[in-house]
């Protein structure tokens, strides 16, 4: 059996979450979200006391171990996806810019990113998968039917992140999240090993200007074409 696969990439803030989630719900597809694997293997080698010293040989081999061992958990509710990292509710916990900081440093290492791949690759199970992060259909998935590569201006991201962190209680200033948002990019795009960027072959979404429905619209639409094809 044909297993149907669609990526979401881009970079942070730009709704790819939002809109995998539900296009896997439209489709009756299994959801990968890469981001929260690299978040909550950023949050475990922090915990550990090891994030800053990866650059030690005996570190980023016990980096490594971690990463292919990783005790974690996606589990589904009614209030959404609940994700645990050894047994410890982190749902909220990983959505933190400090924690996104933390796994834009592991992404960027070659060792740490090999020892996830395959954990990824796993998701792919019938009747499909929705993959959302920033090098599913350039790395992870390069066979996906349907890519897509959403984007906006850093200064829109940066805006819905406020309103977002606000919503959770938290007080921010968007010249910080601004500030973290650019430097983010600029790590997630020269990083040496899959950087971001859109595939060859991907369908461009900017959503700095548009809504979500209308961002989900053009998506389901290219979607169904490709998978008709």
Do not use: C, W
């Amino acid at each position: 059996m044909t297993i149907q696969i669609i990526t979401i990439d881009g970079p942070s803030g730009s709704g790819k979450g939002t809109l995998a989630a539900r296009l896997a719900a439209h489709y009756q597809y299994h959801l990968l979200d890469s981001g929260a694997i690299y978040r909550l293997l950023g949050l475990s080698l922090h915990q550990k006391d090891l994030l800053d010293t990866l650059d030690q040989a005996d570190v980023l081999e016990q980096g490594a171990e971690i990463a292919t061992h990783l005790d974690i958990q996606f589990l589904s509710t009614e209030k959404g996806i609940q994700i645990l990292l050894e047994g410890d509710d982190v749902t909220e916990t990983i959505r933190t810019e400090r924690v996104g900081e933390f796994a834009s440093k592991v992404a960027a290492i070659p060792v740490l990113r090999t020892a996830l791949f395959d954990r990824q690759r796993a998701f792919a199970q019938a009747p499909g998968l929705v993959a959302d992060g920033r090098d599913m259909a350039t790395a992870v998935f390069p066979e996906a039917k349907a890519k897509i590569y959403l984007t906006a201006s850093a200064e829109s991201r940066a805006e819905r992140r406020v309103k977002q962190l606000q919503a959770m209680g938290l007080d921010v200033k968007i010249s910080d999240i601004l500030a973290n948002i650019q430097a983010r990019d600029k790590r997630d795009m020269e990083r040496t090993v899959a950087p971001l960027k859109p595939a060859a072959d991907a369908y461009i979404i900017d959503s700095s200007a548009l809504s979500i429905e209308d961002v989900f619209k053009m998506m389901t639409s290219y979607i169904d074409a490709q998978l008709t094809k």
